[in-house]
């Protein structure tokens, strides 16, 4: 009923930057919050950033002043702005979104297929 749709992701050298996007279609009433998560080998996933639909964002510690998240809500787009990147940040990166698919249903949580960043040298 909803697909998530990520691109923009790829191998950049240390202190590059890559910039994600997410857009969602189907069957959508309203989406709450919309965010990114990344997976490295071996870890669990961890949630990179978040931003709700009245724009309040929220980041993990680790990304705080180099990564950006931005919505377009006339588009159902998340966008990931990634500066300053470092090998530690080399991950799949997974888009989320919060989705009421109907004007009566409750909020059920989306998932995108993933896209690998790999930062290195």
């Known amino acids: 009923q909803v697909q998530l749709v990520e691109s923009g992701g790829g191998l950049v050298q240390p202190g590059g930057s890559l910039r994600l996007s997410c857009a969602a279609s189907?069957?959508?009433?309203?989406?709450?919050?919309m965010g990114w998560y990344r997976q490295a080998p071996g870890k669990q996933r961890e949630l990179v950033a978040a931003?709700?639909?009245?724009?309040?964002?929220n980041y993990a510690d680790s990304v705080k002043g180099r990564f950006t998240i931005s919505r377009d809500n006339a588009k159902n787009t998340v966008y990931l702005q990634m500066n300053s990147l470092k090998p530690e940040d080399t991950a799949v990166y997974y888009c989320?979104?919060?989705?009421?698919?109907?004007?009566?249903?409750?909020?059920?949580?989306?998932w995108g297929q993933g896209t690998q960043v790999t930062v290195s040298s």
């Open positions: 931003a709700t639909s009245g724009g309040a964002t």
């Open positions: 189907g069957r959508i009433f309203s989406i709450n919050a």
């Open positions: 989320n979104a919060g989705v009421r698919t109907r004007y009566y249903s409750s909020e059920r949580d989306y």
